[in-house]
């Protein structure tokens, strides 16, 4: 995005410099990065920033609104709505694709938005590596609101450890050594002291839960929560798991609820011009004359799942819940990163923090996506190259 720094890093760029980031980045830990690792960050200039920034704060109006609550209770299925909800989430993720507008500008657009973690913890080493190999210039940090790495890391620790013992707060989610983004549970257990764990392997005794703690029967007062609802709907031979939608004696961050009320059931309620034009299936008095400009996403999926890029009256007429579909205005990707073949097209996700005292959340880091198929996900660029994931280095103000 920005031209000299692109123009200097693809002619610095060799096989043999990337072969020997990539070992550094591997040898985090060995054989748990499961997913691709793109060639290049993404250079992002301080304009660009500031209008992501903007459509941030304006979504964050709406989050922090008295009527937030009452507006998104529909959005949490009733089969998996948790008890003890917190007052807010302490994670959001904002995803933008850097889309071109209508004059040919490059502009953000809101592709989705999340109330739950991602790679929280493995990008604070992975955008250390990667600053080291881009040869990155000291007027560029991945780190937005003057954070560095160390308080970064520090609020992480606030926020999912607070003044607990570490060992009373476990990484929960399923099976987390198979999981693709299993990197990220590793490093965080480095960087927090906290133990990932099981679902299978909770103990429930009354409204307590333990864990096994190298043999000792431990209990837990915190849950950082990486475990995703809809996935564990579709999971099979579990057997008799702890029910976590019952009340029991322990804190969630983030709890989740929050997955569904900040999600694609938000999006209809924003308005911005750089988040698109979204509206409930079942909410819309006439269809749009040109369906072909749209997109039709189901609310209750993950990572992209039944997402119909083409839509036709046909697909409309087949949806037989309207109410869970939201039908979201097209946005034009911009082939903005050059590489040595064709150009690749790049989404910046920004991740914000919110501490129980905040007001607001605040934004502190980022990851970025490159994708040279029709969407941005390992399965539209198999056997490609100059894609999959990395981190955008935001021009300091």
């Known amino acids: ?68 609550i009452a507006l998104t209770d529909r959005g949490i299925p009733e089969n998996v709505k948790v008890p003890n909800e917190s007052s807010h989430t302490e994670f959001l993720v904002f995803d933008f694709g850097i889309c071109e507008n209508e004059t040919g500008e490059l502009e953000p657009q809101l592709i989705e ?30 780190y937005l609101n003057g954070y560095t790495k160390e308080t970064y890391i ?16 476990i990484l ?48 837990i007062k915190r849950i950082y929560n990486r475990v995703i609802f809809d996935d564990l709907q579709k999971q099979e ?20 609820n929050w997955f569904y009320r900040i999600s694609k059931f938000t999006l209809p309620f924003i308005e911005n011009p750089y988040v698109p034009q979204t509206y409930f299936l079942n909410e819309l008095k006439q269809m749009p004359a040109d369906l072909e400009n749209y997109v ?26 309207p109410e869970n579909w939201i039908l979201q205005k097209k946005v034009k990707y911009a082939d903005v990163i050059e590489t040595p073949e064709e150009p690749a097209k790049a989404e910046i ?12 959340p605040v934004g502190v880091h980022n990851l970025a996506r490159l994708s040279k198929g029709k969407m941005i996900g390992t399965r539209y660029n198999k056997n490609k190259e100059w894609v999959g994931g990395n981190v955008a280095f935001f021009e300091k103000p």
């Open 1 to 68: 995005m920005i031209k000299e720094l692109r123009k200097k890093f693809n002619a610095n760029f060799t096989k043999e410099k990337y072969d020997a980031y990539m070992v550094k980045m591997e040898n985090l830990y060995p054989g748990s990065l499961d997913f691709r690792n793109a060639e290049t960050p993404v250079f992002v200039p301080k304009d660009f920033t500031a209008k992501m920034l903007h459509a941030c704060e304006d979504i964050i109006d709406v989050i922090v609104d008295p009527k937030f």
């Open 113 to 142: 938005m999340q109330g739950f973690p991602t790679l929280y913890a493995f990008q604070a080493f992975h955008s250390e590596l990667t600053a080291e190999y881009a040869e990155l210039p000291d007027n560029f940090s991945p």
């Open 154 to 169: 520090q609020l992480l620790k606030d926020i999912i450890v607070g003044d607990l013992n570490p060992e009373n707060v």
């Open 172 to 219: 929960l989610e399923i099976f987390p050594e198979k999981q693709k983004t299993r990197i990220d549970f590793y490093c965080t257990e480095q960087l927090l002291g906290i133990k990932m764990v099981c679902l299978t392997k909770l103990i429930a005794e009354g409204d307590k839960l333990f864990y096994d703690n190298n043999g000792v029967k431990t209990p």
């Open 237 to 256: 031979d579990l057997g008799d798991v702890v029910d976590l939608t019952k009340p029991y004696d322990v804190e969630w961050a983030p709890h989740p």
């Open 296 to 321: 039709l996403k189901p609310l209750f999926s993950f990572a992209g799942m039944g997402v119909v890029i083409d839509v036709t009256p046909e697909d409309i007429e087949a949806v037989k819940d």
């Open 349 to 360: 996700r920004l991740f914000y923090f919110w501490k129980k005292e905040w007001d607001r």
